[in-house]
Nanobody, 125 residues
């Protein structure tokens, strides 16, 4: 079982930055998993933001490419999402997810079995 705990959300002005963290606990190591960030705005479906595979390769949604960087620190069992040049459209609850390294698609919800509770990010205009 994998437990994920997000932190680092908050209120920021447009153009600002935030760094989200996701710490994994339980009898597991994130080095064995693909890890990702998704987000969900009110009234919208959960959408992919960024992923880092167990190999270290990364994927980004087009909407955040160039503004966001995902990274993982296997020694701390933690992943991060550095978000810069934030826009009001980035306002959402951000979820950390862990999934099988055998998954062929790292950008879909169905590839991830474990989810955190989410952290709110609000970007004011």
């Amino acid at each position: 079982q994998v437990q994920l705990l997000e932190s680092g959300g908050g209120l920021v002005q447009a153009g600002g930055s935030l760094r989200l963290s996701c710490a994994a606990s339980g009898r597991t190591f994130i080095s064995s998993y693909n890890m990702a960030w998704f987000r969900q705005a009110p009234g919208k479906e959960r959408e992919f933001v960024a992923a880092v595979r167990w190999t270290g390769s990364t994927n980004y949604a087009d909407s955040v490419k160039g503004r966001v960087a995902i990274s993982r620190d296997n020694t701390k069992n933690t992943i991060y999402l550095q978000m810069n040049s934030l826009k009001p459209d980035d306002t959402a609850v951000y979820y950390c997810a862990a999934g099988s390294r055998l998954a062929t698609q790292a950008t879909i919800v169905a590839s991830y079995a474990y989810w955190g509770q989410g952290t709110q990010v609000t970007v004011s205009s």
